[in-house]
């Protein structure tokens, strides 16, 4: 997967395909509404290339920091996950710039010239531009107005309720991993590649309080860490401080712990 930044290509300094289909979004934890979304895309191929189109970080860490309750994924997994959808270009965008004070219709209108974007497909949700000005039915007259098409999606329903980020990192912080798990299509899994680890007698520990990520209800967690070349099952302890616990490998293991992903909640 080809990785581009809006500022590059609207600078000049890079370039695209001259024919994509785009969706775009934050798509924190890539679940399984958003990938409804990436599988439309992906099925416009070859004719387009499946481009993507998202945040290097989340945008309400800018806009309601005081609403953000962490995030499901780091920004390689996201990248990982895109790209393993079937996406060939990613364009990243730094939300904290001047990028948070454009219009809606010219953030659709510069993808439709700059971007190559003649196809576009968005949840029915979807809402861009500053002030969150544009809908998906105004990007879809603003793309038809432009010679190029968009599909509105309807969003993924489990439990009779809209899969969405918000309501995964609901039930994460509620100790539901088995709903985050069926609306995700894979469990909640930390990236611990940039977290120092700590060790204490046979204990690998590591505090979640303060990273940034969504943390799951305290509790006794089945769960799998996950190593270059290998995984083992362990039961992992989250303290109500943050603290998060499970048991170091009797034998030597293959090299250290990449991801820990969450089981079901038994204690």
Known sequence: MRISTWEAVTGGSETMPERTAVTIGVFDGLHVGHRALVAKVVAKAPELVPMAVTFKDNPKKVTSPHRNSGSLFSLDQKLAALEEAG??????????????????????????????????????????????????????????????????VEPVTIEGEAVSSSRIRSAIADGRTDLALAMLGRPYTLDLRSIELGYDGALTAVC????????????????????????????????????????????????????????????
């Open 87 to 152: 996406i060939k270009q990613c364009v990243l965008i730094d939300f904290s710039g001047n990028f948070s004070k454009l219009a809606g219709s010219e953030f659709v209108s510069i993808l439709i010239r700059s971007f190559g974007v003649r196809s576009f497909v968005v949840g029915s949700d979807f809402k861009c531009g500053h002030r969150l000005s544009t809908d998906a039915t105004g990007l879809k007259v603003i793309a038809q107005s432009l010679d190029a098409e968009a599909e509105i």
């Open 208 to 267: 979640l309080r303060g990273r940034g990520l969504v943390e799951p209800a305290p509790g006794i967690y089945e769960a799998t860490v996950i190593c270059r070349t290998g995984r083992r099952n362990v039961q992992a302890t989250l303290r109500v401080d943050g603290l998060l616990q499970w048991p170091q490998a009797e034998r030597a293991f293959d090299g250290e712990p990449a991801f820990l992903a969450f089981g079901p909640k038994i204690a």
